[in-house]
Structure formats: C-alpha cells, structure tokens
C-alpha cells in the first residue's frame, strides 16, 4: 500500500515549456487534490476532483490544467510555464468527509 | 473569507521544554480542524481531526485541543524528533461540488534542541 505518489520529485523547465505531474493513489479515494506551496503562502488548492472524470478550480488555477480520466490518477498540467510557477506541489487524496492523505510532493523550478 | 492564522511563526524549545502553538480561525460552516506534522522535503502528515468545540486529542508527546475561535497543539517535553512544521487546516465546504476542501495555516516551525 503505498499511499500517495507523486512523479517527477524534481523537475526544472524553461519559460514557456509544457509539462504534466502524475499523481496516484491506490487507497480508492473518491476525491483528489492539488495544492502549491510557497515561502509565507502556505499551501493553496490549485484544482480538485469528486470523482473518475470530474474536475473543478480552487483558489488559484489559472495556468494550470487537470485531468482525471481514472479514479486512482490526478494529472497536473502546465501548458506554458511561467516563472511564477516556481513552487513544490503536493497531491492529495480524502474520502469525505475525512482528513487528507498527502504524497511527497514535486518542486518544481521554472526559469 | 476563510482565515487560518497560527502563531508562533517559529518556536525554539530545549528537549523537555513544553510550549503551546496557537491556530486561530474565521470560517464559515467549519467541519473539521485538522493539525499536520510536516519534515523537510516531505508532505504533510495528518496528525488530528478535531470537530467540535471542547474536544481533545492526544498522540504521544503531542495533544490538540479546540474552542470555537481556535485550537492549540500542545507539546509536552518534546524530543528532537518533534522538530518539524506543524500545519493547521480547517475543512470547510465546497462551493461548487460536494464535499470539503481545506484551508491552510502558514504552519509553525518547530526546533527542539537536545
């Protein structure tokens, strides 16, 4: 059972490049998560998920995309990065009404 | 809007050293106040789940108590290994879908020293 993954742990692109995270669970949660962390921001939900094909904005989505074609992966995509980017980002899986189980997160490195 | 303030930003204790970290909270239709444990280089690791006022938990060295404006962690002669971020988040509804999201605390960093 290994919880929460999380690929790449690290990657680092240039301005403009596309890229997409992969998130899998294998706990048969219902919902997923994606959160960015920043110095002094804390962790804000990027997008979020109900269930196998659903998909919603959280607070901060714009630039990003997500997908979730099955129940157990949440796919993160940038089309274009910016620097602004810059962060570590976390999935994260629940089944409501419970707490949320968190993978390792990826940094991520825009420049 | 949803607000979750903690307090200290950051802590230094001596091993044995107890001390309180403060998450205070203005939400509307709280269902749920969670504290996370987080290492360096890591995610977040859940710790607690407190739902309604006077409730209490405990863990080892570690104790979360809630009121209705906010929670303490309570950290009772604390080891090195206690050094860590201590993240609060409160579980409020979704707008747009069913279900919860949570709203993040900036988190207090933990250093106890041997």
């Known amino acids: 059972n290994a919880g929460v993954t999380q690929t790449p742990k690290f990657r680092v692109l240039k301005t403009g490049q596309s890229m997409t995270l992969l998130c899998a669970q294998d706990m048969n949660h219902e919902y997923m998560y994606w959160y960015r962390q920043d110095p002094g921001m804390g962790l804000r939900l990027i997008h979020y998920?109900?269930?196998?094909?659903?998909?919603a904005k959280g607070e901060v989505p714009d630039g990003y995309n997500v997908s979730r074609l099955k129940k157990q992966n949440f796919l993160l995509g940038l089309e274009s990065a910016a620097p602004s980017q810059t962060s570590v980002y976390f999935c994260a899986s629940s089944s409501i009404p419970y707490e949320q189980y968190f993978g390792p997160g990826t940094r991520l490195t825009v420049t | 809007e949803d607000q979750v303030t903690q307090s200290p930003e950051a802590l230094r204790l001596q091993e044995g050293e107890s001390s309180s970290l403060n998450c205070s909270y203005t939400v509307s239709g709280l269902r749920g106040l969670f504290w996370y444990r987080q290492d360096p280089g890591k995610g977040p690791e859940f710790l607690f789940t407190?739902?309604?006022a006077g409730e209490e938990k405990e863990k080892e060295r570690l104790k979360a108590t809630l009121t209705k404006k906010e929670s303490f962690l309570h950290i009772t002669a604390p080891k090195p290994e206690d050094s860590a971020t201590y993240l609060c988040a409160v579980q409020v509804p979704l707008i747009k879908a069913a279900g919860n999201k949570l709203t993040f605390g900036g988190g207090t960093r933990v250093l106890v020293k041997p």
């Open positions: 407190l739902y309604s």
């Open positions: 998920s109900v269930g196998e094909g659903t998909t």
